[in-house]
């Protein structure tokens, strides 16, 4: 492996396992929202720093938080399926940058290589952004809907 490889592939790990800390580690997801429970309360937090955006009575609002809970689950569950997939792109980004490493050198042609890799990328992305559009503006408008 020559160093541009190497380089490359830690500046991609690096990527991922911000990504993965702050998704495990603190319940990040790109809705911006979370909720912490302890029966009686619910805490909607916002942001990586997850600053109190509101504390609710959960008797009152039981309904809306169960919502609330639920998109807030749904975008998480995207998230973390785009993560996996995300990491699984890493190798075809790899050969396609690195035209070395390239499998199949003598079947496929480099350039048909890397339409191929952003033709995935791109159909995946044109799956996935509308559904995520939806998921975040349904967290959003439960979360107006709790604290306004």
């Given at each position: 492996?020559?160093?541009?490889?190497?380089?490359?592939?830690?500046?991609?790990?690096?990527?991922?396992?911000?990504?993965?800390?702050?998704?495990?580690?603190?319940?990040?997801n790109p809705s911006g929202y979370s909720?912490?429970?302890?029966?009686?309360?619910?805490?909607?937090?916002?942001?990586?720093?997850?600053?109190?955006?509101?504390?609710?009575?959960?008797?009152?609002?039981?309904?809306?938080?169960?919502?609330?809970?639920?998109?807030?689950?749904?975008?998480?569950?995207?998230?973390?399926?785009?993560?996996?997939?995300?990491?699984?792109?890493?190798?075809?980004?790899?050969?396609?940058?690195?035209?070395?490493?390239?499998?199949?050198?003598?079947?496929?042609?480099?350039?048909?290589?890397?339409?191929?890799?952003i033709g995935i990328i791109a159909i995946?992305?044109?799956?996935?952004?509308?559904?995520?559009?939806?998921?975040?503006?349904?967290?959003?408008?439960?979360?107006?809907?709790?604290?306004?």
């Open positions: 492996m020559n160093k541009k490889i190497i380089a490359f592939t830690f500046v991609y790990a690096v990527i991922m396992a911000g990504l993965l800390f702050i998704t495990m580690n603190h319940n990040w909720y912490d429970s302890d029966g009686s309360t619910v805490v909607i937090k916002e942001g990586l720093g997850q600053n109190e955006t509101a504390e609710l009575e959960a008797a009152e609002n039981m309904s809306e938080i169960l919502l609330l809970q639920a998109a807030i689950q749904d975008v998480m569950n995207h998230w973390q399926l785009d993560l996996i997939v995300i990491s699984l792109f890493f190798p075809l980004i790899l050969f396609s940058v690195f035209k070395e490493t390239q499998p199949f050198k003598e079947q496929i042609p480099h350039k048909w290589f890397v339409v191929m890799t995946y992305a044109v799956a996935t952004v509308p559904s995520y559009i939806g998921e975040i503006q349904s967290v959003h408008d439960r979360v107006n809907a709790l604290i306004n």
